[in-house]
């Protein structure tokens, strides 16, 4: 079982970029690595999946090393709208049925200050 | 679309009744999940189903029943509620389960069990 590790929570300044680490020591061949935004009384938000390398999207960027034992969440030019929770999720759902990492850790509380 | 809808959005309950808590989704999706998010925590997973006819148990399962009779509804029955029971439920979907991709969460059903 893939269990994630991260910041219980970071400070940061609009305008600036923000980087949210996760560490994933025993994560398997077939997991993937997927984020997401949770604002309060919402349910997550979808930010960003990869599997290995680096991922980028309108958003955000993903950026993942070789040995796929943590990953990086990059948020370019945060705003006071970007203060909320971070989950990183590694996991996989077997086809043959059962499921491995597929729950949330407690994640990264970012706030964002003026 | 709609999206994934949940009803109803608030509930409260006395120990030992039982409940159905609703969700649906308009998109098509053959994955469907519920979690549960007990304060200051992340989301653990209950159930979970890849298809129409197919459900499985995730991480919490004990108290609840799922089934999933259409690919549009996915129904979570509390079968004699318990205090430890009061939590906020999400469901969520996505538009494939392996590997499992972007999940499109609904709003939560906020639940106490007093």
């Known amino acids: 079982l893939a269990k994630t590790t991260q910041p219980i929570s970071m400070d940061s300044y609009e305008g600036q970029e923000v980087n949210i680490t996760c560490s994933h020591n025993?994560?398997?061949?077939?997991?993937?690595i997927t984020w997401y935004q949770q604002f309060p009384s919402q349910g997550p938000r979808f930010i960003i999946q990869g599997y290995k390398t680096k991922v980028t999207n309108e958003v955000a960027s993903l950026f993942i090393p070789a040995d796929r034992k943590s990953s990086t969440l990059s948020l370019p030019r945060v705003s006071l709208s970007d203060t909320a929770v971070y989950y990183c999720l590694v996991g996989v759902l077997y086809s043959g049925g059962g499921a491995d990492g597929l729950t949330f850790g407690k994640g990264t509380h970012l706030i964002i200050q003026p | 679309n709609a999206g994934v809808t949940q009803t109803p959005k608030f509930q409260v309950l006395k120990t030992g009744q039982s409940m159905t808590l609703q969700c649906a989704q308009d998109m098509n999706h053959e994955y469907m999940s519920w979690y549960r998010q007990d304060p200051g925590m992340g989301l653990r997973l209950i159930h979970y189903?890849?298809?129409?006819?197919?459900?499985d148990q995730g991480e919490v399962p004990n108290g609840y029943n799922v089934s999933r009779s259409t690919t549009e509804d996915f129904p979570l029955r509390l079968l004699s509620a318990a205090p430890s029971q009061t939590s906020v439920y999400f469901c969520a979907s996505s538009y494939r389960a392996d590997p499992l991709y972007e999940q499109y969460f609904g709003p939560g059903t906020r639940l106490t069990v007093t």
């Open positions: 189903s890849v298809g129409a006819g197919i459900t």
């Open positions: 025993n994560i398997a061949t077939n997991d993937y």
